[in-house]
Nanobody, 122 residues
Framework: QVQLVESGGGLVQAGGSLRLFCVVS????????MGWFRQAPGKEREFVAA????????EYGDSVKGRFTVSRDNTKNTVALQMNSLKPEETAVYYC???????????????WGKGTQVTVSS
């Protein structure tokens, strides 16, 4: 059973930074493409970032380019999302996901964590 557990969320002021982590267990982490998504109340789940199994290929949503950085450590089964210059409209539950490839579409991921809340105050 593959399990993903996110951590690192919390309350931060606008312009601040947070670093999210996702630990994967029960599967071959090094084979998975990993993605980060977010969902605010009343809104659809939104693609944030993705990283290939090797870490050599990364993609970002247009709204986070230049501010967010995704990384992974295959020795620790962990993927991280460094978020800088956060905005109030980025308040959401942030989810990590694992799949055969790192893609932008949520439906292409096989496994999901339960999410971690990020709240950005103005």
């Amino acid at each position: 059973q593959v399990q993903l557990v996110e951590s690192g969320g919390g309350l931060v002021q606008a312009g601040g930074s947070l670093r999210l982590f996702c630990v994967v267990s029960g599967g071959a982490f090094g084979n998975y493409g990993m993605g980060w998504f977010r969902q605010a109340p009343g809104k659809e789940r939104e693609f944030v970032a993705a990283i290939s199994w090797s870490g050599n290929s990364k993609e970002y949503g247009d709204s986070v380019k230049g501010r967010f950085t995704v990384s992974r450590d295959n020795t620790k089964n962990t993927v991280a999302l460094q978020m800088n210059s956060l905005k109030p409209e980025e308040t959401a539950v942030y989810y990590c996901a694992a799949g055969r490839q790192a893609k932008r579409r949520a439906g292409q991921y096989d496994y999901w964590g339960k999410g971690t809340q990020v709240t950005v105050s103005s």
